[in-house]
Nanobody, 118 residues
């Protein structure tokens, strides 16, 4: 059973960097079965795909976030992480990590609320 769990601060001040970690269990993040994404949902809006890290460590980002986003991994802990710099109130959202295979998301974390406010 694949499980994902997000962790990180729930409140970030404007202009600072948002950092979240997703801990994966049940499968290695280096397995070529899945790719590992960050997705967010601002209040009252739809889901927004932010970026992905593949089993080989390669990364791909949404063009709208490319200048501010970084996704990395710690294979020794079976974790992957999100960093989003220069945050603003518009970055307030529920942030999810998810595993995808064949273009569909089979597993999701429960989501974590991040509020950007001074």
């Amino acid at each position: 059973q694949v499980q994902l769990q997000e962790s990180g601060p729930g409140l970030v001040k404007p202009s600072l960097t948002l950092s979240l970690t997703c801990t994966v269990s049940g499968v290695s993040i280096t397995s070529n079965l899945y790719a590992w994404s960050w997705i967010r949902q601002p209040p009252g809006k739809g889901l927004e795909w932010m970026g992905v890290i593949a089993y080989d460590g390669s990364t791909y980002y949404a063009s709208s976030l490319e200048s501010r986003i970084s996704i990395s991994r710690d294979t020794s802990k079976n974790q992957f992480s999100l960093q989003l710099s220069s945050v603003a109130p518009e970055d307030t959202a529920v942030y999810y990590c998810a595993a995808s295979s064949g273009g569909s998301y089979g597993y999701w974390g429960q989501g974590t609320q991040v509020t950007v406010s001074s």
